[in-house]
Nanobody, 124 residues
Framework: QVQLVESGGGLVQAGGSLRLSCAAS????????MGWFRQAPGKEREFVAR????????YYANSVKDRFTISRDNAKNTVYLQMNSLKPEDTAVYYC?????????????????WGQGTQVTVSS
């Protein structure tokens, strides 16, 4: 069992930055691939970024590539999402998720554990 708690969301102006954190319980955090997803009102949950366990290869949605960076600190059981050059269209609830598979997935249904989400609002 893994419990995930996100933090770091808030209100920021367009062009600004935020860093989201996701703290995981349990001693097997390094055994999970981790992902970040987001969901805007009236829209489906969409993939943002993921990071493999082990060497930590990363993958990004085209909409956030070169602006967002996912990273993990296995010693702290935490995964991060650094978000730069934020745009109003990045406004959403952001969720972290854990997948016991090696590399994670682009699809929400492949993840076994989810956090409660943190709101990110980008004003124009």
């Amino acid at each position: 069992q893994v419990q995930l708690v996100e933090s770091g969301g808030g209100l920021v102006q367009a062009g600004g930055s935020l860093r989201l954190s996701c703290a995981a319980s349990g001693r097997t955090f390094s055994s999970y691939a981790m992902g970040w997803f987001r969901q805007a009102p009236g829209k489906e949950r969409e993939f943002v970024a993921r990071i493999r366990r082990g060497a930590g290869t990363t993958y990004y949605a085209n909409s956030v590539k070169d602006r967002f960076t996912i990273s993990r600190d296995n010693a702290k059981n935490t995964v991060y999402l650094q978000m730069n050059s934020l745009k109003p269209e990045d406004t959403a609830v952001y969720y972290c998720a854990a997948d016991s598979g090696y590399s994670g997935s682009y699809y929400p249904n492949d993840y076994e554990y989810w956090g409660q989400g943190t709101q990110v609002t980008v004003s124009s």
